[in-house]
């Protein structure tokens, strides 16, 4: 059974939003670091955005700032990615993570390696 599940993937035109979400039957996802990644055809996994436990700190790449959102509800144990602006290159399939072991520091990793749990993906296409 698994932990994490993404949601709310698709097909959309260039310009356009997509809402992922992010749910989980095990973690309460305002205890843990949870992060957005996405991984294209040919290309590395690579981080997009991720919320710190217990605030609403939130870090994203330079390639999404200003488009894309991540927020959190706690009573929907949710994680949501508010995508806008969409551009073809965020084509890709994007993933859902959570660090369920301590880090250092008090902000969530941007990079994937610490994500010890991750959903299988939902996959996002952008027109043009």
């Known amino acids: 059974q698994l932990q994490v599940v993404e949601s709310g993937g698709g097909l959309v035109q260039s310009g356009g939003s997509l809402r992922l979400s992010c749910a989980s039957s095990q973690f309460s996802v305002d205890r843990y670091h949870i992060g957005w990644f996405r991984q294209a055809p040919g290309k590395e996994r690579e981080g997009v955005s991720c919320i710190s436990l217990g605030s609403s700190t939130a870090l994203y790449a330079d390639s999404v700032k200003g488009r894309f959102t991540i927020s959190r509800d706690i009573a929907k144990n949710t994680v949501y990615l508010q995508m806008n602006s969409l551009k073809p290159e965020d084509t890709a399939i994007y993933y859902c993570?959570?660090?369920?072991?301590?880090?250092?520091?008090?902000?969530?990793?941007?990079?994937?390696?610490?994500?010890?749990?991750w959903g299988q993906g939902t996959q996002v296409t952008v027109s043009s």
């Open positions: 993570a959570i660090v369920t072991h301590r880090t250092r520091g008090a902000d969530c990793p941007r990079a994937p390696a610490p994500y010890d749990q």
